[in-house]
């Protein structure tokens, strides 16, 4: 059976075909990049998004190479990539933020229609592209002052077969790193478990660099979710995944300048120090302690710190 044609907003792709263009976001100048690649046999259909953040760049890379690589001759089912997102975040070089409203693009889902700009591209998003989807894939990575070891995470929504089903992606994506699903409000995982979609939250690359490793890390975690979804032929490549119970943040206390004792990766123990804030003469303000031994995941890599920044957050059983 041929798939369906699939439109979205001004973009349409009949089965067999590959179309790109822009989605306006509705009451603002803000568009987004979407490829649709609608396979020639009916089959589900994926959404891979990059650049919920502007400065993510493996992340942004993998997805515009899987979008301009996939052939729909060999799709079955139709893959939707959208990369950058927020494409004002991406040439401003802004990290997190959407820099129109200065919000989290990825702590506003599901949006508003009549809200700020991030909340209206969230909702143009939610409205017009999630309808059409079986599962949503975000790539994401240390944004530019983040450095951090590759993950995955996903949501316990209301169903906890759609749950399961967002962890089996997670186990077919080919990161070793699973950290177990925390409720955090605003997300574009949360927003999809809400909706009864799984989806997988993957991340790596850092501090604002495109490297090789990295792009290809999520690009073959792109393919894996295909295959894994029945939409590319294949075997899914896995790899032997650790799913951690807990990954506590420290917060910044202060402002100030932030001195980062350990590295990504490192393993650290309760209570050792793992950074020092000084003043901008010097002066020590602070010593940050792990509050329980593990994986160093993310690290702030900036030394200019702000009140309530996150500065460290270690992966534990
Ligand atoms: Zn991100």
Known sequence: MSA???????????????????????????????????GASAGPTLLVTAGIHGGEYPSIEAAIRFGAELDPAALTGRVIVMSPVSLNAFYARQAFLVPEDGKNLNRVFP?????????????AIITQVVPHIDAWLDL??????????????????????????????????????????????????????????????????????LD???????????????????????AVETVPVHEYAHW?????AHQGCWYLQVRVGDTVEAGQVVGIVKDIFGQELARYTAPAGGLVLLVCAALSINLNDPLIGIAHD
């Open 4 to 38: 369906t044609p699939l439109q979205i907003g001004s973009i349409s792709a009949a089965s067999g075909s590959k179309a790109s263009g822009f989605l306006d976001v509705p009451g603002t100048a803000v568009r987004l990049p979407v490829v649709i690649v609608n």
């Open 111 to 123: 949006g508003k229609a009549l809200g700020t700009i991030a909340e209206r591209m969230a909702n």
């Open 140 to 209: 994401h990575g240390g944004d530019i002052p983040e450095a951090l070891l590759p993950f995955l995470g996903y949501e316990a929504g209301p169903d906890p077969a759609v749950t399961e089903r967002s962890r089996q992606m997670a186990l077919a994506f080919g990161i070793e790193v699973l950290v177990k699903p925390d409720h955090l409000p605003g997300t574009s995982i949360s927003a999809a478990a809400a909706r009864g979609i799984p989806a997988l939250l993957a991340e790596a690359g850092q501090v604002g660099i």
């Open 212 to 234: 090789e490793p990295n792009t290809q890390l999520l690009l073959r975690g792109c393919h894996n979710i295909a295959r894994h979804l029945g939409i590319l032929s294949g």
């Open 248 to 252: 506590p943040w420290v917060r910044a």
